[in-house]
């Protein structure tokens, strides 16, 4: 005789609440980054500066790259990021192909759901809704944005990609 003992195994689920405390605004415009960081230092009267590393992304075993503008506010205590949703990869598909449009581009987004924002501003903190409300108003007058609102962080799938350190003496004066 055979006595099968019936193990039980037990399944532990918890719930992780995601809080966040910025607010995301997204950009869809041609401008490229730097160009962009400049009207955006114009029309706010903020002070964008190129974070000397990329937000290195890699899935798949592919890296990609996106560019970051910080502005440290210290009189309202935040902080500004401007960070690139887009990078544009260059490859080559075959070694044989022996045309002059040999090379692709491949489009690789931090934030997939959002594939039509070019650009993301994170603003660390939590503001009253008129003055979120004042900075759209202001960046919508500037040349060149096709297209700008803000973004639920709760409804991405990917919002763990805007989680990153930067440290204060990595950015370029």
Do not use: C
């Not at 075993?61 to 960070?83: A, G, H, Q, R």
């Not at 544009?88 to 044989?96: D, L």
């Amino acid at each position: 005789m055979i006595l099968l003992r019936k193990t039980m195994s037990k399944i532990y689920s918890f719930e992780f609440d995601y809080e966040h405390d910025y607010t995301l605004i997204g950009i869809h415009t041609p401008l490229e980054d730097y160009r962009l960081a400049y009207l955006l230092n114009k029309t706010l009267g903020i002070q964008f500066r190129r974070y000397k590393e990329d937000l290195d992304l890699i899935e798949r075993s592919e890296k990609s790259s996106f560019s970051i503008f910080i502005f440290d506010d210290k009189k309202n205590m935040t902080t500004w990021t401007l960070i690139s949703n887009k990078n544009i990869q260059t490859e080559t598909p075959s070694a044989s192909a022996d045309s002059l449009f040999a090379k692709e581009q491949k489009s690789v987004f931090l934030i997939p759901e959002k594939r039509m924002v070019d650009f993301l501003i994170r603003i660390d903190g939590t503001f009253p809704d008129n003055f979120i409300k004042d900075i759209i108003d202001s960046i919508r007058k500037m040349n060149h944005i096709i297209a700008l609102y803000t973004i639920d962080p709760l409804d991405l799938k990917s919002r763990d990609h805007l989680i990153f350190e930067t440290k204060p003496g990595e950015i370029y004066l």
